[in-house]
């Protein structure tokens, strides 16, 4: 929750965050037009939506298998499916930790479960 108080993350933050090489970040950057950080003397500054550009950018390279050319057409063509793809994609990745950990539980419980 202390992520979304602040303005502007560093490229490493991002980076980190992300778990993607810095290098990565910056090449994105040339591929993306709408991908623009605020770059000072002390290095890019990136906003919460870029951080959030830069998810959906990982989800359809990483996810889908996209070239970055065709990310970029993707968003530009039809970016709120994109946004909509990623949501359902992200929210089912938590409901399937959930039911792993549930199940673990489960199996703690009752040894009859880890047998099935």
């Not at 000072?40 to 996810?63: A, E, F, P, S, W």
């Not at 070239?67 to 057409?73: D, L, Q, S, W």
């Amino acid at each position: 929750m202390a992520e979304n108080l602040k303005l502007y993350y560093s490229i490493r933050e991002v980076a980190e965050m992300l778990e993607l090489p810095e290098y990565t970040l910056r090449f994105w950057e040339k591929e993306i037009p709408s991908l623009k950080p605020k770059k000072t003397g002390g290095g890019r500054q990136y906003t919460q939506q870029d951080i959030d550009l830069i998810r959906l950018i990982h989800h359809l390279v990483k996810n889908q298998g996209l070239t970055i050319k065709a990310a970029r057409e993707r968003l530009k063509t039809s970016r709120k499916q994109v946004v909509d793809h990623h949501d359902v994609v992200a929210r089912l990745r938590d409901i399937r930790a959930e039911l792993m950990e549930m199940l673990e539980e489960l199996k703690k419980l009752s040894p009859e479960v880890s047998e099935s």
